[in-house]
């Protein structure tokens, strides 16, 4: 389909020839112009269903259809009230349905804007990075490796570009596209929004934005919402209908032995069986687990963790180790270069941050640069060979492109060799594009004399293996390996990222080809400063509580890497790892060093891929962080891949399961914290509405078995049900990280969420909550009261050992018996005072008492009701202590060498 190039700029024009003002790009005010034409660069948002359509959807379910079909045979019967409290239960969890999905539709429109691509442009003269959302037809694109395309676009110049299109055509093989006359029809020198560039490079011209591009057309593309569903999560809706289906088993049974044993009419043993079904059958505990879901990624995002894919928050609660880049991730990534090694010397820099203000000095003592050749070259180099830009704003200095790229032109700055003028005084021809595959970048840039030389920059030990020469004052010398051998080994023990440039005269030419990339002169070598974060250094202590290894694998130097690595806390006991050594190694040999080491330098993403195997052939759960392009297949092999959402490419974050906004190893650590929380909580849920539901369940059951007065109505039952399902359950899914979560080792992945502990607290609590109510009636009846008020103190009884078996829950592994636990959280005060205001309209409201058959009760019934709640509060904390004195595992499985 033809792009749309209606209205465009009018020196940008599409359809004619590119001119000479397009590398400068839109102006300011044309940007205005085109966004109130055009509109913001946005897709159409997906249809969502109506509230009808929702109310259906949260109805069609087996555990509701029992509760319809209640309500349907209560009324057939005659039991009005009965039914519309039945009723009631079915609108409450619809309810409760509706609100969580609408909560999980704003988690996700959040994700959603979080990760809104940026877009690299040339606006004003200036390269600059932008929200794709700000693209207007006119502007001049830049793309990358590893680039989203964000509007569809001409191509006007290129180098190797290659472009994944399977988003639209379904191929998988990626298209070569090449920069072809203005006027050409043909999609080879088209680009579309939403494809992502593989290889090479180019600048194109934006034709169409928005619902204009070949995307935007697609409507099909973006008709489903994405669903807020996790394996875990159907498990969950897997166990509340096996619930259910044993809950009916065991129903029907109590009905044939009411009716024909019991000698209970028809009707009174149907409605006392609906009572316990509705009581155990667990309707609300899917919804609870998404909103827990929902609620735990909420949580991540405000700690600049943003969940792309869902199940992951299961597999972070599993990290047993972390697998991290070091710069920018581990380190701060402000990049500021503080030593330049020549051949004629060693210089030292002042200045700090991306602010062009600082000194050379050699021996202690200030310098001029411009006076020492060498040095003046290297710091041309550093600013030719360069793709970053640096300006200033009101926030103070920024770079646009790479932070190391922008250190590069900053020290350049200090040297009196700025960027614009360099770039104007030796125009650039062509480059060749930095890639991990041959560790360096070139470009080709026209001399004063119409000659032709090339600057190259890189990890050092690449760019010597390419030098032949060196320079020197005199000009260009044989090579002294040893020397820059012995200065790469010396700054690297200083912790210095070091990056080497060299350069090489040619004959006039107008491209460069990876052929003329040899017998190069070394100019010299920067080391650039960049320190650890103090926030990562806490985190990696906080890993080695929680039994998670973390791993460097870094591009760095050895001895740079070891040397940071030792300054953030990592384990450098083991010596650290080449690249080199690597891929000497097989499968077995890599996934035992693997295991040992902590620290990885000079590696590729192939070598990350690599390790990522051998960890998981071991039975780690490893989460990965990667930035680039080449580590997609590391982060989709990883358990979870961490991409970087500062510096991290379109490529990167689709093959990720999460993404860092900060870029912050710190982040990654909060994320494994929340997931581990998430799954606590899930079996806190768990752990406490069976109890609650399967109490009152037994309480009929013994009651008819032994033919005793029901302690509690079937109506009565269906109103705690619906109270504190709807209340109570709720809950826990707001409950923080327990405070010595992260004392624990890693959770087997394949751990059952309802564990032999759950299990047992399910049976003893059920007991204890049934003792409870019997034992309430019984001493009501014995006082001298009446059947009503002695069911009115038993529903408040219930009620009560609810809440106080919610306070005991909330502490799985610790003491509940402490000033935080007995307070509790927001969530826990504003739901427990909604339940005992509810009791108290439930217990003194003349309508209520009518329709409920309940009575006021006395200042002493009250206080016994009260006392229940208390006494088995009590118990459960004794059988805790008892369970952590009986069985180590309780006692958090703490990481060895604590206690």
């Known amino acids: 389909m033809p792009a749309d190039t209606t209205r465009l700029p009018h020196h940008h024009e599409a359809s004619g020839e590119v ?11 044309e940007v205005t112009t085109a966004l109130a034409a055009f509109g913001p660069n946005i897709l159409p948002s997906p249809r969502k269903d109506g509230i009808f359509k929702r109310i259906i959807a949260q109805i069609t379910n087996p555990l509701i259809y029992v509760l319809l079909g209640s309500a349907t045979i209560s009324v057939a019967l005659g039991h009005f009230v009965d039914a519309a409290v039945i009723l009631a239960v079915v609108v409450i969890n619809a309810a409760v349905g509706i609100v969580q999905e609408g909560r999980a539709e704003k988690a996700l429109d959040a994700i959603r804007n979080l990760l809104a691509p940026q877009a690299t442009v040339r606006r004003d003269g200036r390269r600059i990075s932008i929200p794709a959302a700000d693209i207007v037809p006119g502007d001049v694109l830049l793309l990358e490796a590893g680039d989203r395309v964000v509007a569809d676009a001409r191509i006007v110049k290129e180098r190797n570009l290659r472009i994944d299109e399977s988003i639209l055509t379904g191929e998988s093989v990626a298209v070569t596209k090449s920069a072809v006359p203005a006027g050409d029809p043909g999609e080879g020198s088209q680009a579309f929004s939403g494809t992502l560039v593989v290889a090479g490079q180019a600048t194109a011209l934006v034709t169409a934005t928005g619902a204009r591009s070949r995307l935007g057309q ?35 049974l109590t009905f044939l032995y009411a009716w024909r044993i019991g000698g209970y009419p028809v009707s009174d043993a149907f409605m006392i069986v609906v009572g316990m079904a509705v009581a155990a059958i667990p309707e609300g505990l899917p919804a609870v687990t998404t909103i827990t879901m929902a609620i735990g990624v909420q949580r991540m995002a405000r700690r600049n963790a943003i969940l792309r894919r869902l199940p992951a928050i299961e597999a972070l609660g599993c990290v047993s180790t972390i697998c991290s880049d070091k710069t920018g991730t581990l380190t701060k990534n402000e990049m500021t270069v503080t030593r330049a090694v020549t051949a004629v010397g060693t210089f030292d820099i002042t200045g700090v941050g991306y602010a062009p203000a600082g000194a050379f000095h050699q021996g202690g003592v200030e310098i001029d640069a411009r006076k020492f050749q060498p040095l003046q070259t290297l710091m041309r180099s550093a600013a030719l060979c360069n793709e970053a830009s ?16 922008g250190a590069l032109l900053v020290v350049a700055a200090k040297a009196g060799e700025e960027r614009e003028r360099m770039r104007a005084e030796f125009p650039r021809l062509d480059e060749i594009p930095f890639d991990a595959a041959y560790r360096y970048m070139a470009t080709l840039h026209r001399d004063h004399d119409g000659s032709a030389f090339v600057c190259v920059k890189g990890a050092p030990e690449q760019i010597i293996e390419m030098c032949t020469h060196q320079l020197e004052a005199s000009g260009r010398v044989p090579l002294d390996r040893a020397y820059w051998l ?92 080449s690249g080199d050594e690597l891929e000497a190694l097989d499968d077995a040999a890599l996934a035992q060093l693997a295991e040992r080491t902590s620290v990885f330098a000079r590696t590729t993403p192939e070598h990350k891929l690599r390790l990522v195997e051998a960890l998981q052939s071991d039975g780690d759960v490893v989460a990965m962080t990667g930035d680039g392009v080449n580590d997609a297949p590391a982060l989709k092999r990883a358990d979870v891949g961490v991409a970087m959402g500062r ?88 409950e923080p990280a327990e405070p010595d979560i992260m004392l624990r080792r890693p959770r087997a992945t394949g751990e059952v969420l309802l564990s032999r502990f759950l299990v047992w607290r399910v049976l003893l609590v059920s007991a204890l909550m049934a003792a409870g109510a019997f034992g309430v009636f019984q001493w009501a009846i014995k006082s001298g009261a009446d059947v009503e008020t002695a069911r009115t103190m038993v529903v408040n009884a219930v009620v009560a050992m609810g809440i106080a078996y919610l306070f005991n829950v909330r502490y799985l592994h610790a003491p509940s018996l402490t000033w935080h636990g007995v307070v509790g959280t927001p969530a826990v005060l504003i739901g427990v005072g909604a339940v005992l205001l509810l009791q108290l309209a439930l217990t003194y409201l003349p309508p209520m008492n009518q329709i409920f058959e309940t009575q006021p009760l006395t200042l002493l019934q009250g206080a016994v009701t009260l006392a229940t709640g208390g006494i088995l509060f009590f118990m459960l904390e004794l059988e805790k202590q008892l369970q952590r004195l009986l069985n180590p595992a309780m006692r958090m499985d703490r990481p060895a060498g604590l206690t």
């Not at 489903?224 to 096996?242: D, I, K």
């Not at 640096?390 to 790229?405: A, K, Q």
């Not at 006039?508 to 190069?520: K, V």
């Not at 705690?720 to 809950?731: H, Q, W």
């Open 19 to 29: 001119t000479e003002g397009l590398p400068a790009g839109l102006t300011s005010a």
């Open 218 to 252: 697609i409507t099909a593309l973006l008709e489903r919402v994405e669903e807020l569903q996790t394996p875990l999560v159907r498990q969950m809706n897997v166990f509340a209908q096996q619930a259910t289906a044993v809950v009916l088993g065991l129903s029907a």
């Open 390 to 405: 640096v300006r200033d704003t009101s926030e103070g200095w920024i770079v646009d492109g790479d932070p190391l790229e």
């Open 486 to 577: 012995a200065a790469i080994d010396q700054m690297a023990r200083s912790g210095f990222r070091i990056i080497a440039l060299a350069s090489k005269k040619l004959p006039s030419r107008e491209h460069i080809a990876f052929a003329d990339i040899d017998q190069l002169s070394l100019e010299g070598l920067v080391g650039l400063i960049d320190p650890p974060r103090e926030e990562a250094k806490t985190a990696i202590a906080e890993c080695r509580t929680a039994g998670i290894s973390v791993k460097m694998i870094t591009g760095d130097h050895l001895i740079t890497a070891a040397a940071i690595a030792g300054q953030l806390g990592i384990d450098t006991s083991q010596p650290p790892v």
């Open 647 to 734: 510096n991290g490419t379109e490529a990167a974050k689709e093959a990720a399961e999460m993404v860092l906004l900060d870029d912050n190893f710190a982040s990654i650590v909060a994320a494994v914290k929340e997931g581990r929380a998430v799954y606590d909580n899930l079996a806190k849920v768990i752990g406490w509405t069976l109890p609650t539901s399967c109490g009152q369940m037994f309480v009929i059951m013994l009651a008819i078995l032994f033919g005793l007065t029901l302690p509690i109505t079937p109506v009565q039952i269906l109103w705690v049900n619906t109270i504190s399902a709807g209340i109570l359950g709720l809950i826990l899914s707001f």
